[in-house]
Each structure stands twice: as C-alpha cells, then as structure tokens.
C-alpha cells in the first residue's frame, strides 16, 4: 500500500468516527476531543475532516445544528421546570 492509500484509509476512518459523533448528537468541539482521547486522532485532524464534511453536506450539518441547539434548549426548559417542581415540593414541606 502505498501512502496516497493509506492516507485516504486513515481519513475514510476519521470520516466513519465523526459520523459515529454524529450519531451520539455531538458537537464539533466535543468530537475533537472524543476522538482524541479515545482514537488518538489529533484534533486538527478531526476538525479537517468535520469542516470538509460540513462543506459536502451544507444542509444536513445545518438541520444538525438547529437541532442539537433546539434539544439544549429543551433541555434547559425540563431543568428550569424540574427546579421550580422540586422548590415547590421543599417550600410545601417545610409549612407541613
């Protein structure tokens, strides 16, 4: 094998490992670091990879962003609520 192959291999893999990212609703950033942590691949590696991807995929990578920032958003919303829920339940219990 010669290095042109290997080097499509090892960028076709990096490709496959955001794709996984992707899957669990990562960010970029939360990526970049996954794959260095558990893949040894350096960040600026990831981050190539991720921005070539995003070019090839203009829409899809947009819809993904709306989304993961809709899904904090909601998030937010349970917590603020869950807060107000259990704030209710201790000023309950302290007049009982």
Same mark, same amino acid.
């Given at each position: 094998?010669?290095?042109?192959?290997?080097?499509?291999?090892?960028?076709?893999?990096?490709?496959?490992?955001?794709?996984?990212?992707?899957?669990?609703?990562?960010?970029?950033?939360?990526?970049?670091?996954?794959?260095?942590?558990?893949?040894?691949?350096?960040?600026?590696?990831?981050?190539?990879?991720? =921005?070539?991807? *995003? #070019?090839? !995929? /203009?829409?899809?990578?947009?819809?993904?962003?709306?989304?993961?920032?809709?899904?904090?958003?909601?998030?937010?919303?349970?917590?603020?609520?869950?807060?107000?829920?259990?704030? =209710?339940?201790? *000023? #309950?219990? !302290? /007049?009982?």
């Amino acid at each position: 094998m010669n290095m042109d192959d290997s080097s499509a291999s090892y960028i076709h893999m990096v490709h496959h490992l955001i794709e996984e990212c992707l899957i669990f609703n990562m960010s970029k950033e939360e990526c970049m670091e996954a794959l260095s942590k558990h893949a040894s691949i350096k960040p600026v590696i990831t981050s190539t990879v991720w =921005n070539e991807l *995003e #070019k090839e !995929n /203009k829409e899809f990578f947009e819809a993904y962003t709306r989304n993961r920032d809709q899904r904090a958003t909601d998030m937010e919303k349970r917590q603020r609520i869950q807060f107000r829920v259990n704030a =209710n339940m201790r *000023e #309950k219990g !302290n /007049k009982d």
